[in-house]
């Protein structure tokens, strides 16, 4: 048996006007996954426990079968782990955003991008290379990472700090939570000289001169300590890899022991290769039980409020993605269950995340007891519960049901 999991980050979404009062889901043409639907389960899953935030780290942390109450330490733990970054006991990891902030109106800060307008892993690469290098101490080190998203390791805590998702306040006055990263006085040399540098280099004056946004600031968030997690072999019997363009979700492929597989072009945005995605998942499946491949575009075009790009993000998912994994293992002919899924909700209205639980389609090619004869959407899921009663509690009642191998007392 094969275990195939396709998480479209952030398709979740509410009934918007322009599209007629359906939500993206529904107004998407998705003829793969609407089959899938149709002769497979619908269920809900709570992916995000009482009390925790409703991040794709704590939502992929459980759809992979893990109780975030047991293993969560926080977001950047997981993106240093993808990059190969050890972080000691003593040594707090924190996500890294190059953004673009506005400083226009005197003792105010705006945030106006949380990803300094998608720059490029390359231009990232540059730009945080040259605040290491001034910036870097003995105690706190940048690392450069995917596009917008970096880390950085700070040996000790810093227990004033309070820190929040750029992407939560786009275009929101977030002057006091800036302010916060001053008020330690190894923050205050970082945040300051690094605005310096950016303002001043070639990288950010070049975008200017395109009229593209500049990264003009760091942002730090989501930190964490280290963390220690049974792997998915141990745990499910299973072996796989996982494929996505996010570190954090490569972190978490890292921490459970499946192979991360690396895809050229693999963007995290809407010009990413994801039929290079799709090829590589098969060529997993032709040796191994599992495989996992994520798809970022939907949650970044819900965080934009971009109501047409996150319809088409959720298109080219299901023509791109499920159709031909879907294709190709039913030519193989060998049995697999395949689920396709959001790790949480992403809503435009919003621009942020939410924690309801998560409609999902789980197909089997031999068959299901109940199908749900219905198309995947967030309405149809609903009423599929209320028949067949799959309304999950957690991840981990997910993934035991996905792969047959009970781990509920994890």
């Known amino acids: 048996m094969k275990y195939i999991l396709l998480i479209g980050d952030g398709m979740g979404d509410l009934p918007v006007a322009s599209l007629g009062d359906k939500t993206p889901l529904e107004a998407a043409v998705k003829p793969a996954i609407d089959r899938l639907a149709r002769e497979g389960e619908?269920?809900?899953?709570?992916?995000?426990?009482?009390?925790?935030?409703?991040?794709?780290?704590?939502?992929?942390?459980?759809?992979?079968?893990?109780?975030?109450?047991?293993?969560?330490?926080?977001?950047?733990?997981?993106?240093?782990?993808s990059m190969g970054v050890s972080i000691a006991p003593d040594e707090v990891a924190f996500r890294c955003n190059l953004v673009t902030i506005d400083r226009s109106e005197p003792g105010r800060v705006i945030m106006r991008d949380y990803s300094a307008g998608h720059i490029s892993s390359e231009e990232g690469a540059e730009l945080i290379r040259a605040v290491q290098e001034q910036c870097g101490t003995g105690r706190l080190h940048l690392y450069p990472g995917v596009g917008y998203r970096h880390l950085m390791v700070h040996r000790g805590a810093i227990p004033s700090l309070?820190?929040?998702?750029?992407?939560?306040?786009?275009?929101?006055?977030?002057?006091?939570?800036?302010?916060?990263?001053?008020?330690?006085?190894?923050?205050?040399?970082?945040?300051?000289?690094?605005?310096?540098?950016?303002?001043?280099?070639?990288?950010?004056?070049?975008?200017?001169?395109?009229?593209?946004?500049?990264?003009?600031?760091?942002?730090?968030?989501?930190?964490?300590?280290?963390?220690?997690?049974?792997?998915?072999?141990?745990?499910?019997?299973v072996?796989?890899?996982?494929?996505?363009?996010?570190?954090?979700?490569?972190?978490?492929?890292?921490?459970?022991?499946?192979?991360?597989?690396?895809?050229?072009?693999?963007?995290?945005y809407l010009d990413s290769n994801l039929e290079g995605k799709a090829r590589a998942a098969l060529k997993v499946l032709q040796d191994r039980d599992f495989v996992l491949v994520h798809v970022e575009a939907p949650d970044e075009a819900g965080h934009q409020g971009l109501v047409a790009e996150k319809v088409r993000a959720i298109e080219d998912f299901d023509s791109r993605i499920v159709a031909p994994i879907v294709?190709?293992?039913?030519?193989?002919?060998?049995?697999?269950?395949?689920?396709?899924?959001?790790?949480?909700?992403?809503?435009?209205?919003?621009?942020?995340?939410?924690?309801?639980?998560?409609?999902?389609?789980?197909?089997?090619?031999?068959?299901?007891?109940?199908?749900?004869?219905?198309?995947?959407?967030?309405?149809?899921?609903?009423a599929a519960v209320a028949v067949n009663g799959l309304n999950l509690k957690n991840g981990t009642e997910f993934f035991s049901r996905f792969i047959g191998v009970d781990e509920s007392k994890e």
């Not at 310096?196 to 950010?204: F, M, S």
């Not at 996982?242 to 995290?268: M, Q």
């Open 327 to 382: 294709e190709e293992m039913q030519r193989r002919g060998e049995p697999f269950r395949l689920v396709v899924t959001m790790d949480h909700f992403t809503p435009l209205a919003r621009r942020t995340h939410a924690a309801w639980p998560v409609p999902m389609v789980l197909y089997d090619s031999r068959g299901v007891d109940q199908p749900s004869g219905s198309a995947y959407s967030e309405a149809n899921a609903k």
């Open 239 to 268: 072996t796989g890899g996982l494929i996505s363009a996010v570190d954090l979700i490569k972190g978490l492929g890292v921490c459970s022991g499946l192979e991360v597989i690396n895809v050229p072009g693999a963007t995290g």
């Open 162 to 237: 309070t820190t929040v998702p750029p992407h939560d306040y786009l275009d929101q006055d977030v002057t006091g939570f800036y302010n916060d990263y001053l008020a330690t006085a190894e923050l205050k040399v970082l945040m300051e000289e690094s605005a310096q540098l950016l303002a001043q280099h070639p990288v950010n004056a070049r975008r200017v001169r395109q009229g593209k946004s500049p990264a003009n600031s760091l942002w730090l968030w989501g930190e964490g300590r280290p963390l220690r997690m049974r792997s998915l072999e141990d745990r499910y019997r």
């Open 42 to 81: 619908q269920l809900l899953v709570r992916t995000v426990p009482e009390g925790f935030p409703p991040g794709s780290d704590v939502a992929n942390l459980s759809l992979l079968g893990y109780k975030p109450e047991k293993y969560y330490t926080g977001r950047a733990p997981l993106e240093a782990a």
